[in-house]
C-alpha cells in the first residue's frame, strides 16, 4: 500500500507543507514490512515516481498488487515503476469520492447499496451485485451509477485475489491505523526545524512498527500466498525474485 501525509516544517524562514510519502507491504514470507519513506514537496506523480524508483532500486521486485487512493501521479507511477502489478482502488477513499457526485439525502442508501457490493462470496457474485447497483442506481442517480461504472475494474481489482485476503487488499485501512500512530507522535512536535529532524522521527515510528511486524504473526499464510503468485502470470524477472504482495 503507499500513501501520503502532510506534515510542517520551516524553510527559508518559512512554514511549508510537504509530503511524507509512506510504502508498505507484504514479503514473500507473509509477514508486513516498511518499504521505504521520502519527503516530498508536493505529493505530485513527479515526487511519486522518484519514490517508486528508488524502492526497485533497492530491490522491490515481483509487486503484484499496489492498494491506494486515486491519486493520478501515484497511479501513473505505479504503472511505469512496477510492471506486472494489479492496482485496487481503496474502498474506504471511494466511498469517499461518490459521497461528493451523490445527492446528501441519498447517502445512507448509496452506501449501503455499495457495501453490498463487498459482502459477497465469490467474484462472480461480486460483478454480479455490482451490476445490480448500476442498475439501481442508473435512473434515480445516473452520474453516480456512471461514476461506478468508471470505477469498476479498478475498485474490483482484489477479486483476481483469493477471497481469504480481500479484506486485508481492498482497502488502505491497515496503513490508515499506522498513519494515525505517526499522526499522533508528530502532533507532539508540531513544525519540524527542517526535513531531517522529520524523518529522524517518522523514520523511527516506522523502524517501530516494521519490528513489531516481524516478531509477530504472518499477515498472510504461506498458501494463500502461494495461490496468489500461481494465480497471476508472472514475468521472467519476477520468476527470478520473491514476490511481493503490497497491502
Known amino acids: 500500500a503507499a500513501d501520503a501525509m502532510v506534515l510542517k516544517v520551516r524553510e527559508g524562514g518559512r512554514v511549508v507543507n510537504v509530503h511524507a510519502l509512506i510504502a508498505v507491504g507484504v ?8 518499504l521505504g ?10 515526487g511519486w515516481l522518484t519514490f517508486l524508483r528508488s524502492l526497485t532500486a533497492r530491490g522491490l521486485a515481483g509487486v503484484k498488487l499496489v492498494t491506494s487512493d486515486a491519486h493520478a501521479g501515484l497511479v501513473a507511477a505505479i504503472g511505469a515503476t512496477l510492471p506486472g502489478a494489479s492496482w485496487q482502488r481503496c474502498r474506504t477513499h471511494y466511498t469517499t469520492n461518490l459521497m461528493a457526485v451523490t445527492p446528501k439525502t441519498s447517502w445512507p442508501w448509496v452506501r449501503t447499496v455499495l457495501h453490498s457490493v463487498f459482502d459477497q462470496p465469490d467474484a462472480d457474485s461480486v460483478a454480479a451485485q455490482y451490476d445490480r447497483v448500476i442498475d439501481a442506481l442508473a435512473d434515480k442517480l445516473p452520474k453516480v451509477a456512471e461514476h461506478l461504472e468508471d470505477a469498476r475494474a479498478d475498485l474490483l481489482a482484489f477479486t483476481a485475489f483469493p477471497k481469504q485476503i480481500w479484506r486485508q487488499i481492498w482497502s488502505n485501512n491497515p496503513q490508515e491505523r499506522l498513519n494515525k500512530e505517526i499522526r499522533r507522535r508528530t502532533d507532539v512536535v508540531g513544525i519540524f526545524p527542517d526535513r531531517g529532524a522529520l ?3 517518522v523514520g523511527a515510528v516506522l523502524a517501530e512498527q516494521h519490528d513489531e511486524w516481524a516478531e509477530s504473526r504472518r499477515y498472510l499464510g504461506l498458501e494463500v500466498l502461494s495461490k496468489s503468485r500461481a494465480d497471476q502470470t508472472p514475468s521472467a524477472e519476477q520468476e527470478d525474485t520473491p514476490a511481493a504482495l503490497t497491502a
Do not use: F, W
Not at 514479503?27 to 516498511?34: M, S
Open 27 to 34: 514479503n514473500a514470507e507473509g509477514y508486513r514490512e516498511i
Open 37 to 46: 519513506i521520502d519527503v516530498t514537496t508536493a505529493e505530485d506523480g513527479a
Open 199 to 201: 524523518i529522524r522521527l
